[in-house]
């Protein structure tokens, strides 16, 4: 029990000090009037020393159950009491930055809107928190404290990397579909921290091996992405971190092809600029970086010609030995109109040369379907694992804008022409905006619209697809996600389930509300009956771009 003594007596302090002779007299036989105010012991139960959430999905709940050694249990309606929550990270770090203060930002103050109960999104990065619960008795200024640990999980550890466009001026977002554990997946959204404000996305790449690297692209800059926060800022502009000398194109795409000799070693990565540039970084040498250009002829020249965002190879994992030593990878040049391939070398050696080459037209005894000197205009391309390494190529003609299917197996040691399908009579294939080609099966997506169609590339027939997608919704993007991974057997994760995942077709779409009606479903595909059927859905995303599964490698 704890007493706190009010006198009643008041003397003015001049007083007492020239009658102090006299008061230390008095003081001994004064029988004075006092009241003594007891001051309540006050206790807070009902939440756990350790709170556990999961960032940017649960909400941080805390529901205090007060009692008074006096008054007994405190009411939340009680008007003499406030309550506040403070939040700090247990440790170093800052809550975020003051912008206007220009410093950091050591704590974050968090009042009930009514009542004592917290409940606030766990809006924060995955770490250890401290939250101070603060009762103040609002009659005396007592103020009693207690604090207690926060546990912050990662939502970002595994799961797809969904692109988006929002709103009207297309702001690049970062949603995701976490898979926070084998029976719990969850659809969050705006989980790149720090990433600067730019629009029109294009594309998001994750590389798992070699360390892994993690970047967005759009039509204002690439920025690289934290691998295991998935923040990034200001000063991860792509070229500073991946260019040997100063580069200021704009990258809007990035791309690899990896290589054998080392199931952790992704090779050969490209990247393109929005005025056609190409440029390779070998990652077999420690430290490298993005050199000199690539679309030229000649090696050491700049640039000569425009090359097509888009690259095909093998998708083999891990390559045969019959091809180990001598990639191809299979790229278009939009200003001359042929086909041209970069002929890597293996990964013990770099006997390349830094160009890309002409293709030789196969030979008398050779399948000779069509000229690698097209004449048309680029439209898709795409690598498969369907027949050793079989890439596909859409081009349209300039003068009648029919569109043909072209088939290059790049799998082996010089490329192989297998497919063409000249002038394809399909259902507005003319109007196509998006495509996709199995890896197992000859059938090949495309939409217009909100349209979905299958085509078999083998009996040349196209059928429509039942998605369900309402009339004011569109689909903007189709996918088959085969996994970068330079050997599968380097996964984490590599069960049945799992590995079959890459042969499901991702059909994004938004509607007209381009901040949350962006949905991402995955449909199982039957290439014997050439039929699809719903496996799973998720919805609330912004305008879906691109869709890219954050793998994780055995470490």
């Not at 990433?195 to 590389?207: E, G, K, R, S």
């Not at 063409?420 to 998006?434: C, G, H, R």
């Not at 509607?511 to 859905?537: A, R």
């Amino acid at each position: 029990m704890k007493n706190i003594l009010y006198s009643k007596v008041k003397v003015a302090a001049m007083t007492m000090l020239l009658a102090a002779p006299f008061l230390a007299v008095s003081c001994v036989e004064d029988n004075g009037t006092y009241d003594y105010v007891e001051t309540p012991e006050i206790t807070i139960t009902g939440i756990p020393e350790v709170t556990e959430v999961l960032a940017h999905v649960d909400n941080i709940k805390m529901n205090p159950i007060i009692t008074s050694s006096t008054e007994g249990q405190i009411t939340p309606d009680n008007p003499n009491f406030t309550i506040q929550y403070r939040f700090g990270h247990k440790g170093m770090g800052s809550m975020g930055v003051d912008s206007v203060a220009m410093k950091s930002i050591a704590f974050k103050d968090v009042t009930p809107a009514s009542g004592f109960n917290l409940d606030t999104p766990a809006d924060y990065n995955p770490g250890l928190y401290i939250i101070w619960l603060t009762l103040t008795d609002n009659r005396t200024g007592v103020v009693t404290s207690k604090q207690y640990d926060v546990s912050i999980g990662s939502t970002t550890y595994e799961g797809w990397l969904v692109l988006c466009n929002e709103g009207s001026e297309e702001r690049v977002r970062l949603d995701m579909i976490s898979r926070i554990s084998a029976d719990r997946t969850e659809a969050i959204y705006d989980v790149c921290a720090g990433l600067p404000n730019i629009h029109h996305a294009t594309t998001v790449n994750m590389f798992p091996s070699n360390g892994g690297e993690m970047a967005v692209f759009s039509k204002e800059g690439a920025y690289a992405l934290d691998m295991e926060t998935l923040e990034s800022s200001k000063d991860w502009l792509y070229n500073n971190m991946y260019f040997a000398i100063p580069n200021n194109e704009n990258i809007i795409h990035e791309d690899l092809c990896s290589g054998a000799a080392y199931s952790w070693l992704n090779k050969y990565q490209f990247c393109f600029s929005d005025n056609g540039n190409l440029y390779l970084k070998d990652n077999y040498a420690g430290g490298a970086s993005f050199g000199t250009t690539l679309a030229t002829l000649h090696e050491g020249s700049n640039q000569e010609f425009r090359v097509a965002p888009a690259m095909a190879c093998t998708w083999i994992r891990p390559w045969s030995s019959d091809y180990n030593f001598a990639p191809n990878i299979l790229f278009y040049d939009i200003d001359n109109l042929r086909f041209l391939m970069f002929m890597g070398s293996g990964s013990f050696s770099s006997s390349y040369k830094l160009q890309l080459n002409v293709i030789s037209n196969p030979g008398a005894d050779e399948a000779n379907l069509f000229n690698y000197n097209t004449g048309r205009n680029f439209v898709y391309m795409e690598g498969t694992r369907r027949s050793g390494g079989l890439s596909y190529t859409i081009f349209e003609d300039p003068a009648t804008h029919q569109r043909s299917i072209y088939g290059i197996n790049v799998g082996g040691t010089t490329p192989v022409q297998e497919l063409y399908i000249e002038n394809v009579n399909a259902p507005d294939f003319d109007k196509a905006t998006q495509f996709a080609f199995h890896s197992q099966f000859p059938i090949m997506f495309y939409s217009v619209g909100n349209k979905l169609y299958l085509y078999n590339l083998g009996t040349r027939t196209a059928t429509e697809m039942k998605t369900g997608l309402g009339a004011d919704e569109q689909i903007t993007k189709l996918k088959f996600n085969l996994y970068r991974a330079s050997d599968y057997s380097e996964l984490a994760n590599t069960s049945e389930e799992f590995m079959a995942q890459q042969y499901r077709l991702i059909v994004c779409t938004c509607n007209s509300d381009t901040k949350k009606g962006g949905k991402v479903s995955f449909f199982d595909v039957d290439g014997v009956n050439n039929t699809i059927k719903l496996f799973e859905q998720y919805s609330g995303f912004a305008k879906p771009v691109d869709i890219r599964y954050r793998e994780r490698e055995i470490s």
